[in-house]
């Protein structure tokens, strides 16, 4: 005989740490552990610690974010204009929309939800791409270069910064 239970897939299950609601846009990284919730706007990425095992972001139907996600855990009912990345489980509800590529180890996904990118699949989380974030380069500039050390373009090298010409074809002029 069938069981009239419906039967619990792996779904994510946690309560959310941090909220953004829909009237908050937020421009930058952001950095988080335990649950996300996003009814809001976020320009930049989403990014679980890596720590955080079981961290959960959960984008809702009026949620955007332009920019990647990265999380164990991903619920999307909104929309993503970046690659999305999800190392355990990815849920894409029926209003889901992304423009990117999808990095999944399980995934569900309901009719009306969309993806306009690539889908990978993999089984070991661990060999799941790492995003390149923006901002990663810059951390791993060289700190403490001085004189001819400098790019062309530094704001201590003369004609780097266009209000330098000003103020010295003013001085020269003026005086």
Known sequence: MLSRKKQKGRRPQGRFDTLISAKT???????????????GRVQGSIIADEESG??????????????DVVAPNIIINGTVKGDVFAREHLE???KAAITGNVYYNLVEMAAGASVNGNMVHS???DSLPRPQL???????KPVGLQGDDLPDDSPG???????????SAGQAGGE
């Open 123 to 125: 089984r070991d989380p």
């Open 92 to 94: 894409l509800a029926p």
């Open 25 to 39: 846009r937020v421009e930058g990284n952001i950095h988080f552990t335990g649950g996300l919730h996003v009814d």
């Open 157 to 167: 090298e003369p004609g780097a910064n266009p209000m330098d010409e000003r103020k």
């Open 54 to 67: 079981a961290a959960l972001v959960r984008l809702s139907e009026c949620g955007e974010v332009e920019g």
């Open 134 to 140: 923006p901002g990663a380069a810059d951390k791993q």
